[in-house]
């Protein structure tokens, strides 16, 4: 059974930094890509950032290009969402998924299952 824990999440003021970790267990975690995704209230669930089972690859939501890094532990079967900069935006519930392939896909259909999530706020 697949499980998936995240954690970092708080309440923070904007131009803060928050780094959150998932980690995962029940599955390869070195063969997978993993993904972040957010869900602010009243909004669809958004792709964040993605990074291939080696870590080769890595893509980002513009939004968010060039303030948050992704990176993953294989040893540890986890993977980091460093957020920097922060902004009122990216107020969301975060949450990591691992992908059905090697590849850092930006969509949602490409990932399996979801984890309860960790909740981000940003106060201006």
């Known amino acids: 059974q697949v499980q998936l824990v995240e954690s970092g999440g708080g309440l923070v003021q904007a131009g803060d930094s928050l780094r959150l970790s998932c980690a995962a267990s029940g599955l390869t975690f070195s063969r997978s890509a993993m993904g972040w995704f957010r869900q602010a209230p009243g909004r669809e669930r958004e792709f964040v950032a993605a990074i291939s089972s080696g870590s080769i690859v890595t893509r980002y939501a513009d939004s968010v290009k060039g303030r948050f890094t992704i990176s993953r532990l294989n040893a540890r079967n986890t993977v980091y969402l460093q957020m920097n900069s922060l902004r009122p935006e990216d107020t969301a519930v975060y949450y990591c998924?691992?992908?059905?392939?090697?590849?850092?896909?930006?969509?949602?259909?490409?990932?399996?299952?979801w984890g309860q999530g960790t909740q981000v706020t940003v106060s201006s």
């Open positions: 998924a691992p992908g059905r392939s090697t590849d850092a896909y930006r969509d949602e259909y490409e990932y399996d299952y």
